[in-house]
């Protein structure tokens, strides 16, 4: 499938994927670290730039979320979304050139979409243009002290992040980084990180497992 003006990078999935991915413990652990950071209040305009099958959104609304756009580029994803979240608005589009008016969100969010891109700082300033000043971006992103980077393996990744790189990139592209964290912290074997995902997230506080955790999560404001 071929969309002008649309990133290149970004894997042509399809709904099965996204059924699937959304069963996973390690989205849902994902998912919920992303409700903490973003705090969610009735009054917010949220987008999710790269909605995927539209599980956060449903998160979103579920705690009370009355303005939530999704955004992804492939009709696979909106159409899966739009069928899982009647309240939110789903719309094709580019991440790179959002058709949105600058200020227009509180809140942006963007789960394992930012190592797709080739110019990191171009997709940030972007994202930051539809801010409001002192709005919240929150980016859910590989990190590349996992000890299994090849859990990672995909042909459209063009960069996998350290916690110090993604603060760097933020900071470059007009942000106040207020935290990052670990989710899903390592603990071995693909099925034992399964199991982490749903009951040992508290080991991300422990130096070793924490460093070396699956997902990197970023919040940080726009100034």
């Not at 094709?92 to 600058?102: H, I, M, Q, V």
């Not at 509180?106 to 979409?113: D, E």
């Not at 399964?194 to 422990?206: D, I, K, P, S, V």
């Amino acid at each position: 499938m071929t969309f002008p003006g649309a990133a290149p990078s970004v894997s042509d999935y399809d709904a099965l994927y996204y059924v699937k991915r959304q069963a996973s413990p390690t989205l849902l652990a994902e998912i919920a670290s992303v409700t903490d950071l973003l705090d969610p209040q009735p009054s917010d305009q949220i987008l999710e730039v790269g909605c995927g099958g539209g599980a956060l959104l449903s998160r979103l609304i579920s705690h009370g979320s009355g303005n939530v756009v999704g955004l992804d580029w492939l009709d696979a994803s909106v159409d899966l979304a739009r069928q899982r979240n009647s309240r939110a608005a789903l719309l094709r589009g580019d991440a790179r050139a959002l058709p949105f008016a600058e200020g227009q969100f509180n809140k942006v969010v963007a789960q394992h979409l930012i190592e797709h891109f080739d110019d990191t700082e171009q997709v940030l300033v972007e994202w930051r243009r539809v801010l409001k000043r002192n709005g919240v971006l929150v980016i859910v992103t590989p990190n590349i002290a996992f000890p299994h980077q090849q859990w990672f393996e995909d042909p459209t990744h063009r960069r996998i992040f350290s916690a110090a790189d993604l603060r760097v990139q933020l900071n470059r592209a007009g942000y106040l980084v207020r935290e990052t964290r670990i989710i899903n912290p390592y603990v071995g074997s693909l099925s034992f990180q399964f199991a982490a995902a749903r009951y040992l997230q508290f080991l991300r506080r422990l130096p070793w497992f924490g460093a070396h955790g699956m997902s990197l999560i970023a919040s940080a404001v726009r100034l």
